[in-house]
């Protein structure tokens, strides 16, 4: 987006967010165990169609008059040079799932143990493909010599996102 063109040019935003999560608990004695899991799906159907239009600054009334702007600016679609593509229909989702079992050892120590995973899909452009930035391969020439390349997604899905959690709580007895 031009330097200028951020709250003067019309947009059309609509984003919504799906979520669904539950978790059960069972305990017994001095011992909880929990899991859980949840999902969410997020959309992103902006359409920044302000970005369609040329940007111009100028300073003063003559320089208006004149038509000698001090800057212009224009969105274009890299790939052709013309009006750029401007709706978007980004998708995401949000996958993840736990477990943790917390134990009363005794009345002033609890410890805790637990795993979470979570799965975070790359984001992707419904409908059309994505201009993904590829750096130039030559040394010294990686952002002179970047490429643009159509993809479905932003990144590679990473699946094996696991976060372990160890812990405890303890009260000294003379508290």
């Known amino acids: 987006m031009a330097p200028y063109a951020g709250s003067t040019t019309p947009s059309l935003y609509a984003e919504n967010t799906y979520e669904v999560r539950d978790m059960v608990t069972h305990t017994w004695g001095s011992h ?104 130039g391969s030559a040394t010294g020439q990686q952002l002179s010599g970047i490429t643009l390349q159509l993809r479905n997604h932003l990144w590679n899905a990473q699946p094996h996102n696991l976060a372990p959690k160890v812990g405890f709580a303890y009260t000294p007895a003379f508290l």
Do not use: C
Request: proline residues 6%; without cysteine; glycine residues 8%.
């Open 32 to 135: 909880e165990i929990r899991v859980g899991a949840e999902v969410r799906f997020e959309q992103d159907n902006d359409n920044l169609l302000g970005d369609q239009r040329p940007t111009y600054a100028m300073q003063g009334l003559w320089t208006m008059a004149n038509d000698a702007a001090i800057y212009e600016a224009i969105e274009a679609n890299p790939l052709t040079g013309g009006t750029p593509i401007t709706q978007r229909y980004f998708r995401s989702d949000d996958i993840a799932g736990y477990a943790q079992h917390d134990w009363k050892a005794t009345p002033n120590l609890t410890l805790n143990m637990g795993l979470r995973w979570e799965y975070f899909t790359p984001l992707r452009n419904k409908g059309s493909m994505i201009n993904y930035p590829v750096l």
